[in-house]
């Protein structure tokens, strides 16, 4: 069912919109319009343009309570002041200890690239300080490829005035030190870049030899991390001990930035010196007249409910509202589109329908109670609509499971209460034998065609579409059509007398010009100019093309139900094939193999329910929502209850 909406707009001063929007809208559901849109006659009314002065704070609470633990804490209940003034004070207390983490970082980046170019020389065993020291002596700390490092050693190092001190080497590099005369110095610092050598820099300052200028760096490193994660703490404890304050800054701050963004939504006006605003929206009936009687005493709130959808600009947004068994079969329609405020809910049909066909295509007791069972606990776990829609239809399939006398494939357990799927024949004239599931599907889907040919015209009465209602292949003519062609049928097939010839000419002949015809007979009843594009052949080719793609239309939507039935048959006979390959003959349980029943029972009830499902789905999409269904709706997004719930 969809809600009944009432449109309402509301004016009070412009100094009590803070007050207004969180004394009232925050209570109800309300689907806001854009008043400068909906209030076009109204003259002299301007945007509502403000800043919000609160923005930094509000992101910056909502930033500190994600970093809060999540333990369930309640949030203290703070005025706007209060909480602005308590997010200023936790930032004043975070900056100085942002302060000293900058600090601290940064002299730990310092510590850690000077460790990184120490340590590749903690084998050497001589003090650093004198080596930068050396006058006469020039000295280079680097590295060189190990490929160009062996080729060194073998071919030029003998022939070179230096001393070379290998540090450290790993699979790509070693790192050294030489030593050279100083005259000598430009000569073989050529020859050791010519071998790739790449000069490092050891930095001054540290007394000692590397290994303990490193552990010395390696303190000092430790000790920055020790204060950044004592700084960090501090933080974390800081935050903690203000966490009801935070909890409720922010849901104060959260409230108040929602209100302030409804202003994109209002209007202004001034009357004498005053300046007031305007608020358009949509509520349900139940919603509107609540809050009517609410702001009743408030003097300074003035509250219109408009009695006529006509007068609005903007469409009705479309609020469903279901019984809860129903409730999770609204996915299938928000797939496929929301239902127009002014059209049929479909959730009940969709719901019984669904169920009843998965039922009947897939009709096994002890299956059948699986999904019912599985479905029911998953949706209690985790609130799935489609665990829920899993449950009801392994509902109907536990129903006809005993219908058909079938329980995890056995067909010999069980007495059939109607019939076996793959036993029961009906003998039809001019046709012969035929399975009667297949019969009582095509039979289930042409009653199901004409319902949604009564939903469309519902549906076009509503809308005052006049071609829909009287003309359209869903619309009276095609409803009499195929009413008169289905009654036909089920007359002869059951043996009984066909009415006189002249009553089948009227009841048949009568709707099918009225289809042909249905372009101008729409311009008649809606008073237009009717206009035949293309000249009166070209009309007639084109209408006889038409009808009979209507007529073919008719056979085919009514024979694609015969899947219902064959997909009853297909999963009796795919449980036989299981049977046979567990080795059961004749009833004989002591050579059944058991694991090849639960396998083959597993397999069938997650392949073919899942098939069944698809298939079913497809029916209710282009056998059912094609005749009668539009959704062109849309949703009903309420600031309020349920923007908070969100």
Known sequence: MIEK??????????????????????????HLENALSELRSVKDLRPFVETNPYREEWKLANELVQSLSENGAAGQELGLDEAVDAVRSVREALSQISSQEAALKEQLDKLTDTYEQVAPFTQLNYDISSILHFRCIKFRFGRISLEYFEKFQSFVYDAVDTILFKCREDEEYVWLVYFTPAPCADKVDAIYASMHFERLFVPDGYEGTPKEAADDLQKRIASCKASLEKLNQERQALLESRKAVLLGAAGRLNRYTRNFDVRKLAACTCHDDNTFFILCGWMTERDAAAFQQDSESDKDLFLILEPDHND?????????????????????IKMYGLPDYNEIDPTILVA?????????????????????????????AKKMSLAAIVSCCGFFSTIFGFLFGSIFGFEDIIEAIWLRPGQAMTTLPFIGKLNTVFVVAVALGMGVILLTMILNIINSIRVHDAEKTWFDTNGAAGLVFYGALASVIVLFMTGHPLPAGIVLAV????????MFFKEPLTAIAEKKAAAIEGGKGMFVVQGFFE????????????????????????????????????????????????????????????????????????????????RFYRGTGRAFKPYGRSSEAN
């Open 5 to 30: 909406m009432k449109f309402l707009s509301l004016t009070a001063p412009k100094t009590e919109f803070d007050r207004v929007v969180d004394t009232y809208l925050s209570k109800y559901e309300i």
């Open 352 to 380: 019984l329908t669904y169920s009843v066909f998965f039922g009947f295509m897939f009709g096994d007791a002890g299956q059948g109670l699986c999904l019912l069972i599985g479905g029911f606990l998953l949706y209690k």
């Open 507 to 514: 009841m048949f002949g009568i709707p099918l010009l009225l």
């Open 312 to 332: 609005i600009l903007s469409k009705p947004p479309t609020k469903m509202r279901n019984p809860g068994i129903f409730r999770p079969f609204e996915m299938f």
């Open 547 to 626: 009808l009979f793609e209507v007529l073919l239309s008719y056979f085919s939507n009514t024979i694609s139900f015969v899947r219902v039935g064959a997909f009853a048959v297909s999963h009796a006979a795919m449980m036989e094939v299981v049977l046979m390959l567990a080795g059961y003959e004749s009833g004989s349980a002591s050579s059944v193999n058991w694991l090849v029943v639960i396998l083959g029972n597993l397999f069938v009830c997650g392949m073919e329910g899942l098939i069944v499902g698809i298939q079913v789905l497809r029916l209710e999409y282009y056998e059912l929502f094609s």
